[in-house]
């Protein structure tokens, strides 16, 4: 099923390799298609959205994405809707303090999102050099926001 989306600018890449938003004024559109899970974990359909895609700045489909685009196709792929930027995904969620594979992680007051698969991992795009792939929540330089879940 193909979607439209409006794939707004969310994060610039600083010296630290973090995420920080920018201006939706940036948008573009774009055509994304999801197919959505079926049966899988929430970690298989990470890992294989993550092998078909690279990070680029502002990017989303099915090519290239950054944090909030991968966060929000993954999540569309489970049967989730969550919206575009780090923010907007931080208001529309429930923050849990009990984490389970699924939930979204951020960091640094919502500058980066990973889509949290349990044990202490997720699978996120960083930057164009470490990119997208599966890691520990706590190789991101700076201080977990929260956990948030979605229904």
Same mark, same amino acid.
């Given at each position: 099923?193909?979607?439209?989306?409006? /794939?707004?600018?969310?994060? +610039?890449?600083?010296?630290?390799?973090? %995420?920080?938003? @920018?201006?939706? #004024?940036?948008?573009? =559109?774009?055509?994304?298609?999801?197919?959505?899970?079926?049966?899988?974990?929430?970690?298989?359909?990470?890992?294989?959205?993550?092998?078909?895609?690279?990070?680029?700045?502002? /990017?989303?489909?099915?090519? +290239?994405?950054?944090?909030?685009?991968? %966060?929000?196709? @993954?999540?569309? #792929?489970?049967?989730? =809707?969550?919206?575009?930027?780090?923010?907007?995904?931080?208001?529309?969620?429930?923050?849990?303090?009990?984490?389970?594979?699924?939930?979204?992680?951020?960091?640094?007051?919502?500058?980066?999102?990973?889509?949290?698969?349990?044990?202490?991992?997720?699978?996120?795009?960083?930057?164009?050099?470490?990119?997208?792939?599966?890691?520990?929540?706590?190789?991101?330089?700076?201080?977990?926001?929260?956990?948030?879940?979605?229904?």
């Amino acid at each position: 099923m193909k979607k439209t989306l409006l /794939a707004v600018t969310t994060a +610039a890449l600083l010296t630290t390799g973090i %995420a920080a938003p @920018v201006h939706e #004024a940036d948008a573009v =559109r774009q055509t994304v298609t999801y197919k959505k899970a079926s049966g899988n974990s929430v970690a298989s359909v990470a890992r294989s959205i993550a092998a078909k895609r690279i990070y680029k700045y502002g /990017a989303n489909n099915n090519y +290239a994405v950054d944090c909030s685009a991968f %966060a929000q196709q @993954v999540m569309s #792929a489970v049967g989730k =809707r969550v919206p575009r930027t780090t923010h907007a995904q931080i208001k529309a969620g429930r923050r849990v303090y009990n984490p389970q594979a699924g939930d979204l992680v951020f960091f640094n007051r919502g500058t980066h999102v990973g889509v949290y698969i349990g044990n202490g991992q997720m699978v996120d795009a960083l930057n164009p050099v470490e990119g997208v792939k599966e890691r520990s929540i706590y190789y991101i330089n700076g201080t977990i926001t929260g956990f948030y879940r979605y229904y």
